[in-house]
């Protein structure tokens, strides 16, 4: 059984960055299209990035584009979510996804497509 664990995350200031890892447990995430959710307090939940699992295909979404690099490390079972010039409406609890489908993540990201949660790390910006 699929099973994901989310690390990395922390305070930082404005500006700076951090890279948040997705890694899977009994099963290897090289099938899997991923996709990286974050939630905000009193916000729903936003998809923020997705690959796919073969195309290496992926999206961003527009408020993190050109900042934030989502890859995979195979050889360590994980996918990454680098972080760059991290602004404070960031700040969130980022949930990694995985889903059988490639077609989770296109032009934009389909949650209710991917159905392995992980629990979350909670990445904090601030001065």
């Known amino acids: 059984q699929l099973q994901l664990v989310e690390s990395g995350g922390g305070s930082v200031q404005p500006g700076g960055s951090l890279r948040l890892s997705c890694t899977a447990y009994?099963?290897?995430?090289?099938?899997?299209?991923i996709g990286w959710f974050r939630q905000a307090p009193g916000k729903e939940r936003e998809g923020v990035s997705c690959?796919?699992?073969?195309?290496?295909?992926?999206y961003y979404a527009d408020a993190v584009k050109g900042r934030f690099t989502i890859s995979r490390d195979n050889a360590y079972n994980m996918v990454l979510l680098q972080m760059l010039n991290v602004r404070p409406e960031d700040t969130a609890v980022y949930y990694c996804a995985a889903s059988n489908s490639d077609s989770a993540c296109g032009r934009r990201i389909f949650e209710n497509e991917f159905d392995s949660w992980g629990h979350g790390t909670q990445v904090t910006v601030s001065l």
């Open positions: 009994g099963a290897n995430l090289e099938y899997y299209t």
């Open positions: 690959i796919r699992s073969r195309e290496r295909r992926n």
